[in-house]
């Protein structure tokens, strides 16, 4: 079956540092998503992007985050000037589909800030 | 505000025994989704519900969705250990995003 992949599964950073997590989206896959989970806690949307835009973020997506489709296959979440609360597991979604059907989500980067 | 609460928060069940979890929602969606999440994994989708009274079922676990009482269902009939993991509800409140419920932590016990 069709994954989403990310990598690194892993990353650690200093705070104030800039990170990029990838992903490769699912290849008929449209719309295209971020979501984080902070250990412990439920799963929070960031951003969707369709159409080579961004369609709706979340009030934690602010001017320290962006994200890209810098060609036909990988989406990336930029978050720029960590700090000690970025840290969470990041997942990528996408779907063919938007609301009207399921999310595929990826396995995740989890990102640690020291 | 858009919220989904779920309940119970964590289940220790016996094996072969029937459970439910629900998941309640603040205000209109006819969009509702059900996810598993095993430790440390991501998140594999169990359901899509898009209608009222849709109901789904698949293997020893069965989904409802009442959008007038603003409540999901999540059946478990006869648990076996593979159960065990955090079920999360998700609802989609006519936007782009996902609203997550706060997650049913399940262990089966033999």
């Known amino acids: 079956e069709p994954e989403v992949t990310q990598t690194p599964s892993h990353q650690v950073t200093q705070m104030g540092q800039e990170v990029i997590l990838r992903c490769v989206p699912i290849?008929?896959?449209?719309?295209f998503y971020w979501y984080r989970q902070i250990l412990g806690q439920k799963v929070e949307f960031l951003v969707s992007?369709?159409?080579?835009?961004?369609?709706?973020k979340s009030e934690i997506f602010d001017d320290q985050f962006s994200v890209e489709r810098p060609d036909g296959s990988n989406f990336t979440l930029k978050i720029r000037s960590t700090k000690l609360e970025d840290s969470a597991m990041y997942f990528c979604?996408?779907?063919?589909?938007?609301?009207?059907?399921?999310?595929?989500f990826g396995s995740g980067t989890q990102l640690s800030v020291l | 505000e858009l919220k989904v609460e779920q309940n119970p928060l964590f289940l220790s069940m016996q094996e072969g025994k029937n459970y439910t979890i629900y998941c309640n929602y603040s205000t209109t969606s006819d969009r509702l989704y059900w996810y598993r999440q095993d430790p440390g994994k991501s998140l594999e989708s169990l359901f899509v519900l898009l209608s009222n009274g849709a109901v789904k079922q698949e293997g020893r676990l069965m989904a409802s969705l009442d959008t007038k009482a603003r409540l999901s269902t999540l059946h478990i009939t006869a648990a076996v250990h593979d159960l065990s993991a955090t079920y999360f509800c998700a609802v989609n409140f006519g936007n782009e995003k996902l609203t997550f419920g706060t997650g049913t932590r399940l262990t089966i016990i033999p």
């Open positions: 992007f369709y159409n080579n835009e961004i369609s709706e």
């Open positions: 979604a996408s779907s063919n589909r938007g609301r009207d059907e399921k999310l595929f």
């Open positions: 290849s008929n896959h449209l719309y």
